[in-house]
């Protein structure tokens, strides 16, 4: 069973542009790291949690320059006072 959150269609997105929508349709940033890992090859990694109203869970990972995008994009929600602890 999906979320009402997300569609199928929606899942393909950029990491950043899913962290807006979900933000949009009432999910609450649950987890988010201070900063980047980097990978065992040299790839940055990074990853937001978001929680629907509903309790479903969302990981979304990110690797390489998309990891930098969503990375700053977490840090400016959470900056303008957008995340919410668990």
Do not use: C, W
């Not at 899913?18 to 940055?44: C, H």
């Amino acid at each position: 069973m999906q979320s009402s959150l997300m569609t199928n269609e929606e899942t393909t997105s950029d990491s950043s542009r899913q962290l807006r929508l979900l933000r949009s349709r009432g999910g609450r940033i649950t987890k988010i790291p201070s900063g980047l890992s980097v990978l065992s090859n040299g790839l940055p990694y990074y990853y937001v949690e978001v929680t629907g109203d509903d309790g479903s869970q969302f990981g979304i990972p990110a690797y390489g320059d998309e990891a930098i995008r969503l990375h700053n994009e977490a840090l400016r929600m959470e900056e303008l006072g957008v995340m919410i602890s668990a």
